[in-house]
């Protein structure tokens, strides 16, 4: 689901995070790894499960980066980590 409104950044560096807590997932983005802005609503995981893939069945939630140049202007994106963290609650 592209994000509603635009978000503009105008720094070389942006941090990414996703959270998501019994259903509901929230993206951000941050300059400083501080101070944390919401992407885009709140979204229903249930999209990412076994019940909406029938009849073509369900092989699990992954999680991972990518970047997609929805301008067609050939952008791209250059990412230096990735860090998965599951915090039990």
Known sequence: MPVSSE???TSNRIYLSVE???R???FYYSIDRKNWQPIGP???SK???GEMADP???TGMFVGIACQDLSGKRKHADFDYFIYNERKV
Do not use: N, P, R, Y
């Open 20 to 22: 998501m807590a019994d």
């Open 42 to 44: 709140e979204l229903d």
């Open 47 to 49: 999209f990412l499960s």
């Open 7 to 9: 978000v503009t950044v």
């Open 24 to 26: 509901v997932i929230q």
């Open 56 to 58: 073509m069945g369900f």
